[in-house]
Structures are given as structure tokens and as C-alpha cells.
């Protein structure tokens, strides 16, 4: 084990594949545990090693749950707008022809998501003792932070509306964010 994942390491490191390259600490931390301790040990420390899986982010995944993504989080957003008088066009927003929003690759919640998915897993672990894979918190982290994040794109467009793009953009954009998140994790 310890051999393969040093071979890993090589690998990763030559075609720059930061996945192979990362991956290769965790087969380093199991083959340590496996030499220095044995296989027993190994199964003790076996969740907080499957956990440790969340910290090493697949640029793969990322980019093929980011689009789709989006176009849920635009049309979710949209639905929610249109109460007060918007329309759609792709993932773009006109908003009462005032300004023109745009879902962009970092509003589309994916690390929200994800820390949302690593707090559930981590909090099913701990506090569901008895049967933490059946957590109820975690089968519904991931609607949830859809829809808060679509609940905070729409709430942007109604500030564009009442109070320009100035206002939206900057601080508040970022501070959104955060508020956002810290509602969904409690």
C-alpha cells in the first residue's frame, strides 16, 4: 500500500493531476497505519479516513456539477422573480430592462454545497450514533442549499431593482453569500 501510493504521488505529481497527487496522502496515511499498527487499527480510524475523501476536490466532478448547477440556480431564481416582473434568457436575468444579472460559475453554490455535504456528514457521524448513515439532515443538504442559493440570486435581482447594480454588487454580494450559508447550517 505503501509502494502504490507513493507510485501515486509520482504519477500525480508528473501529470500534474492534483486529484492522484492528493489521493496519494490519504493511500500514504493507510499504508502507515496498516505497517505501523495493522489492519485492526486501520477499520478503528476507518470514518475519519473515508472523511478526509471531502478534503481532496475532483476538478472532474466540479466541472461537471457547475453548469448544470446554474441553470437549476437561474431557473429556480427565475421562478422566484417572477412575482415581482422578471424574465429569463438562458442564464441571464433582464431585469425590468434595468440591469442584466448573470449566474456566473462561482454563484452557482457548488462550494456551499460541498461544505454543506462535508457539515452533514460530520454532524450525522457524531450526533447520529446509533445509525449515522441513515441521517436525515444529510438526504436533504443538497436541496436545501439549491434552493437557498436560488433564494439568494433572486433576493440580488430585487436589490438591483430597488437599488442598482451598485448596491448589489460588492459587499453585500459577498455578505450574502455568507449569510446564506450560515441559515442553511443551522
Known amino acids: 500500500m505503501l509502494v502504490f501510493a507513493l507510485i501515486a504521488l509520482v504519477l500525480g505529481t508528473v501529470s500534474s493531476g492534483f486529484f492522484l497527487s492528493r489521493a496519494s496522502l490519504l493511500l500514504l496515511v493507510c499504508g502507515g497505519v496498516v505497517f505501523l499498527a495493522g ?13 478526509l475523501i471531502l478534503m481532496i476536490p475532483s476538478s472532474t466532478l466540479v466541472d461537471q456539477i457547475t453548469f448544470p448547477l446554474q441553470i437549476l440556480a437561474s431557473k429556480t431564481a427565475t421562478f422566484l422573480l417572477t412575482v415581482v416582473g422578471v424574465r429569463r434568457s438562458g442564464r441571464q436575468h433582464h431585469c425590468f430592462i434595468t440591469a442584466r444579472l448573470e449566474v456566473a460559475e462561482a454563484c452557482s453554490g457548488i462550494r456551499s454545497l460541498f461544505s454543506l455535504i462535508t457539515l452533514t456528514v460530520i454532524y450525522g457521524y ?42 448589489a454588487q460588492g459587499t453585500l454580494h459577498l455578505l450574502s453569500g455568507w449569510l446564506i450559508f450560515a441559515g442553511r447550517c443551522s
Do not use: C, D
Not at 489492519?39 to 472523511?51: C, D, E, T, V
Not at 436541496?143 to 437599488?163: F, T
Open 39 to 51: 489492519w485492526k487499527h486501520l477499520a478503528a480510524i476507518s470514518f475519519p479516513l473515508a472523511f
Open 126 to 167: 457524531l450526533a447520529e450514533t446509533k445509525n449515522w448513515s441513515a441521517n436525515p439532515a444529510g438526504l436533504i443538504a443538497v436541496p436545501v442549499s439549491i434552493l437557498a442559493n436560488a433564494v439568494r440570486i433572486a433576493v440580488n435581482g430585487l436589490v438591483v431593482h430597488y437599488w442598482g447594480l451598485e448596491v
